[in-house]
């Protein structure tokens, strides 16, 4: 007698609810710092610093960005172990990049990557014409917030998963010609290929 295996469902968000919390998210932070009342403690390196006790705007808006960016960072690095496990090992930069701008991009933004380019010295250009995360940011408060803001947690979502299947990098991002968004890739070296357990 055999056996059907049986897989789980899957559980999905309704996009619209995941580009509202990242709209909140981001407002939290921005207008939590701008009145004083944003979060209190956000971790920093390997200890935690006080924002209150953090001086000039520029150092505070960077340590509660750092902590959106670190937010996205563990998201990506959770996603992509549960969307690699079949994958068969990947052995260069390019080929990681690659399966991020098609398989990956594709199961998180609902789409593949539309432009991927190369310098062949560890930089990679990923351009999506139609970023769909910032619709709504783009329509909802331009005046006080920078659609820039809106893209701290997909970069780091980004850069997890890149560290998650082995790519020490940083990656910058560029809304100006909004909905097309702009991710920089900039590989600091390549780590061990094995996955982190």
């Known amino acids: 007698m055999s056996e059907k ?5 899957r559980k999905e968000v309704l996009e619209s609810s995941l580009e509202l919390l990242l709209i909140e998210i981001v407002r939290w932070f921005v207008y939590g710092l701008q009145n004083g009342k944003g979060p209190q403690q956000t971790d920093v390196g390997n200890g935690n610093a006080d924002v209150d006790q953090i ?3 520029l150092n505070r808006k960077l340590v509660l960005s750092n902590a959106v960016h670190g937010m996205g960072y563990d998201v ?9 496990t079949d994958h068969l090992k990947m052995d260069t930069n ?3 990049v690659k399966y991020i701008c098609k398989d990956f991009w594709e199961e998180t933004f609902s789409k593949q990557i539309d432009v991927l380019k190369t310098n062949n010295k560890g930089r990679f250009v990923l351009q999506d ?7 709504k940011a783009a329509r909802n408060d331009p005046s006080q917030l920078k659609l820039e803001d809106f893209l701290i947690f997909p970069a780091g979502i980004v850069c997890g998963a890149m560290n998650r299947l082995g790519v020490d990098c940083t990656v910058s991002t560029d809304a100006t010609s909004a909905p097309m968004c702009i991710f920089t890739v900039e590989i600091a070296r390549q780590l061990n290929n094995s996955r982190q357990q």
């Open 5 to 9: 295996r049986v897989t789980p469902a």
């Open 55 to 57: 001086s000039g705007s």
């Open 76 to 84: 990506g690095q959770r996603l992509i172990e549960r969307l690699s």
């Open 94 to 96: 390019l080929e990681i």
């Open 129 to 135: 014409n139609n970023f769909r995360w910032i619709r």
